[in-house]
């Protein structure tokens, strides 16, 4: 038995801020996959089109020779078009093969997908156990959130309630990976190689806006030591200096994360680290911790200046408590990475001016701005498409810089508009651009703050 494992090429839009600044990941999901089914001799490999930077029009001559029995393909949103392209080339080159899809997209639009020839199979949710099975050679229909079609009809099978122990999980196979090729985002990263991390699943918010409500709001966290392992491995194995933890709420549990820092502080690791937060998730005496065992940046969802869109989207903060937090890390000696969303339901230009007005009365090292994207499975999709304010179903335009919804209280060309803008009106203030320069220590500095106000000038443009 061999198995391909294939992550779409991203690829985005001029105009778009993270065309310019956005990181490559290790395709993580994948990675523990090739893992699990290493441990269990099978033969597998990693094609990861974003990292190789392999556009679809060039796969088929980059696809690894051989025969193989499963084609595995993940995708998001963003990634799904350039997925399903993907497997009608395997299904024309690899003819034998079973062709199977998973990722956040599939999980919540198995219809779409397997209306596709293409596909033989979508595995919807978690899906180590799933995808294990089906490589072992068991039905479909014996496969707990396996979908697949039977004639004329589409077949669900009811989802594994029980949530994957992520302790049980073997480290990701980095070995098949394209190591060099990995980076954190622009202006996270103080030195490199760095690489992007997941350690956790699920997140304890709320949001309208996000579909982390299908790993759970309970957040399950792996155990500090594995963590360290894990770390101590991309060090020695690949020299990593810098990790991002982009798990969608890295602090939510204070005591393992400061666990963690102790492990990293006691055994003197030379390793400098940012992580994504919450406001309501830390506090002072964990950001202390946290900035003694490397930690330098905080990455933090905030969204609006506006109490009123906070609540509608059930933000579940308050802009009083994102000022504490920004306050406890300035204090800590942590950098602020703030990111905000214009057209969120009820939005205006009211709402637009308090957002910028707020980004620049909080002063964060670092402010992002994207458009309020509903991605298919958010109750904030629901919402707009019972409504009728979804403009698109082309998925290519998800892109967090595009405007996807006709709301009533504000036009799409207003919005487009204040995206650009307010990119400037942060980034150019006389008060800002002094505070940069006097940050600068070494060439690298340099090109960073160049390659960043490189971005702000085209974000918007395009």
Request: proline fraction near 5%; charge should be positive; hydrophobic fraction near 40%.
């Amino acid at each position: 038995m061999n198995v391909l494992l294939i992550n779409p090429p991203l690829i985005k839009k001029e105009g778009n801020v993270w065309r310019h600044i956005d990181s490559c990941t290790p395709p993580y999901g994948l990675a523990i996959l090739a893992a699990i089914l290493e441990e269990n001799a099978i033969g597998v490999k990693i094609l990861d089109c974003t990292a190789l930077m392999i556009p679809v029009t060039r796969l088929l001559g980059n696809l690894p020779p051989g025969r193989f029995d499963i084609v595995g393909i993940t995708a998001s949103t963003a990634l799904i078009h350039n997925g399903m392209e993907i497997a009608r080339i395997c299904r024309r080159h690899y003819r034998e093969a079973t062709i199977v899809m998973g990722g956040v997209h599939p999980t919540v639009m198995p219809e779409e997908c397997l209306a596709d020839d293409a596909l033989d199979l979508v595995v919807r949710g978690e899906g180590e156990r799933a995808f294990l099975r089906l490589v072992q050679g068991a039905e479909p229909e014996e496969v707990p959130g396996v979908s697949f079609r039977r004639g004329e009809d589409i077949i669900h099978v009811p989802r594994d309630k029980r949530p994957v122990d992520l302790n049980a999980n073997p480290m990701p196979a980095y070995h098949l990976l394209p190591m060099e090729r990995y980076h954190t985002a622009l202006g996270s990263s103080r030195r490199s190689p760095g690489i992007g991390m997941i350690v956790s699943r699920g997140c304890p918010g709320r949001c309208t806006y996000c579909y982390g409500h299908f790993l759970g709001r309970k957040v399950r966290f792996r155990d500090p030591q594995l963590i360290y392992e894990e770390i101590r491995l991309l060090m020695d194995t690949y020299g990593i200096r810098e990790i991002a933890f982009y798990d969608d709420t890295f602090t939510t549990y204070r005591k393992k994360v400061q666990a963690l820092c102790r492990l990293l502080i006691d055994n003197r690791t030379d390793l400098s680290w940012c992580c994504f937060s919450r406001v309501d998730t830390v506090d002072l005496e964990t950001l202390r911790i946290m900035r003694r065992a490397g930690c330098h940046q905080i990455s933090v969802g905030i969204e609006s200046g506006s109490e009123m869109i906070l609540e509608t989207i059930q933000k579940d903060i308050d802009l009083d408590r994102a000022r504490r937090m920004v306050a406890n890390c300035r204090q800590a000696g942590i950098k602020v990475r703030a990111c905000f969303m214009f057209g969120n339901p009820g939005e205006n230009l009211d709402t637009i001016r308090q957002t910028i007005d707020f980004a620049k009365q909080l002063n964060p090292d670092i402010v992002l701005f994207n458009m309020t994207t509903p991605f298919p499975g958010t109750r904030m999709f629901d919402w707009a498409k019972s409504k009728g304010y979804l403009t698109t179903y082309d998925w290519r335009d998800y892109d967090l810089a595009n405007v996807v919804m006709d709301l009533p209280t504000i036009g799409r060309e207003v919005l487009l508009d204040a995206y650009g803008k307010a990119y400037r009106e942060f980034y150019f203030r006389p008060s800002y651009l002094l505070k940069r320069i006097l940050t600068i220590r070494s060439w690298e500095d340099i090109k960073i703050n160049w390659n960043g106000f490189r971005a702000v000038f085209k974000t918007g443009q395009g």
